[in-house]
């Protein structure tokens, strides 16, 4: 039932709600970090959203296989979304708040859980299969152009006020900006469910479906196991900066705006699946950006890859899973069960190793990188074990004429790549410096 005036109102709530995951998923671990917090906080915090979900989602599936899709959608939304407002008001309020903010948090995971099974079923049913890798390339390169001027806003409030009270401004902004995708829920059509009995074993004894959520696990897994740390690795091992961290964040946005499309257009003319597979072999490379970085601006084609990559990725999963499951409200809940549980484990084992002793010749950040990337690599040839037939070089040499080809002479039109690294030092030190003063006034 792919009206434009819903699918309008699916495109506008994930632009809200990519605006308030732009601010929590970038900046919560800075967060933290600024309220004193060790590697091992910073694993737990990223992990226990993800504990929360891996014990609920499933629970959630059930919940929502038996009550009204759009109803919990807005309800669940409201709740998990608003608790951000204070969650930025908190440490005004308590000496220790890092304990209080992660009970916060894993409220917010809790009734997430059931928002994303929810949204799940029902945007399956709003958004017609043929059209999916075309609207849904579409709209996340809507959201990629939120994310990306959230997070510019945001890097230029924490250049200014560095201390935690530019934390309170960006943290508010991503509680309003949550409650307004709440909102949006609330315009999607009530769409009547058929009632189906949740059963697992089934989908557990569809070789596919089994390869495919192992392969999720897998990937996940590696990815969780050193991304939380890639920004505290830049800060403090490549004397990076919050303005240097908006700036890797913004050249991926850049690259993701660049390619969202038309990974759209390539998933529906040759397959998520081919899509799911090749970008996960380019994902498992990103770590190895940071282990040989020695500077900032070495991280900027690394994070230019990563940004070209993860579009494809993530446009492609969500859709694989569609595709190869007719039961989405399960498959929806397993998919994110899995996932919700590498996101849980592989955080706090990185955290653990990283606050060791140092363990080899290099510095423990490094190491944690090394093993993600071997993590991921496995995960990376499950998902090209998936296909079953000749076609992945073929996919794969269409993808580098299609996709990559156009999309670097693209940005290199639009970015003028020649002048990008030297565009880029020069924002560094300019709000570095900026916050050097504000610093010296006091502020």
């Not at 950006?289 to 446009?315: D, R």
Request: aromatic share 14%.
């Amino acid at each position: 039932m792919s009206s434009e005036k819903y699918l309008g109102y699916v495109t506008k709530e994930g632009i809200a709600a990519t605006i308030m995951a732009s601010i929590t998923a970038n900046y919560l671990v800075l967060f933290v970090l600024a309220l004193g917090a060790d590697n091992f906080t910073i694993g737990l915090v990223v992990a226990l959203p993800a504990l929360v979900s891996a014990i609920v989602l499933l629970p959630a599936a059930y919940v929502v296989e038996i009550n009204n899709r759009r109803k919990m959608c807005y309800i669940t939304a409201f709740l998990s979304r608003v608790i951000w407002i204070p969650v930025a008001i908190v440490p005004y309020l308590i000496t220790n708040s890092i304990p209080v903010l992660m009970v916060s948090i894993a409220i917010s995971a809790l009734f997430s859980a059931f928002v994303s099974i929810a949204w799940a079923s029902l945007v399956s049913d709003i958004v017609h299969e043929e059209i999916r890798g075309r609207y849904f390339g579409l709209r996340s390169k809507l959201c990629a152009i939120a994310s990306l001027a959230t997070v510019i806003v945001a890097g230029i409030i924490l250049a200014i006020f560095p201390n935690t009270f530019g934390f309170l401004i960006v943290f508010l902004a991503a509680g309003i900006a949550g409650v307004l995708s709440a909102y949006y829920f609330f315009r999607f059509p009530n769409i009547e469910q058929i009632k189906k009995k949740i059963e697992i074993m089934p989908m557990l004894r569809d070789r596919r479906f089994l390869i495919f959520i192992i392969a999720v696990f897998v990937l996940q897994f590696g990815v969780s196991f050193s991304a939380p740390f890639l920004n505290v690795y830049l800060i403090k091992y490549l004397s990076g900066t919050y303005a240097w961290v908006s700036v890797i964040i913004f050249v991926s946005g850049i690259s993701t705006i660049a390619v969202q499309k038309k990974w759209g257009d390539i998933s529906d003319i040759i397959g998520h699946k081919y899509v799911v597979a090749i970008t996960s072999v380019f994902i498992a490379i990103i770590p190895l950006g940071y282990v040989f970085a020695t500077s900032p601006e070495f991280l900027i084609p690394v994070n230019i890859m990563s940004g070209i990559v993860w579009a494809g990725f993530n446009l492609a999963v969500f859709n694989y899973l569609l595709e190869i499951s007719e039961r989405k409200i399960v498959s929806s809940a397993l998919f994110w069960t899995i996932s919700s549980l590498a996101i849980f484990a592989a955080p706090m084992i990185g955290g653990y190793m990283i606050d060791m002793p140092q363990l080899t010749f290099m510095n423990n950040y490094q190491l944690v990188f090394i093993i993600s990337w071997l993590i991921r690599l496995v995960g990376a040839f499950m998902f090209i074990f998936l296909i079953e037939d000749i076609k992945y070089m073929t996919a794969t040499r269409y993808i580098s004429r299609e996709l990559f080809a156009e999309s670097f002479q693209s940005l290199e039109k639009h970015l003028h790549f020649g002048l990008l690294k030297e565009y880029t030092k020069k924002v560094g030190k300019k709000i570095t410096d900026e916050i050097e003063k504000t610093a010296k006034k006091g502020v």
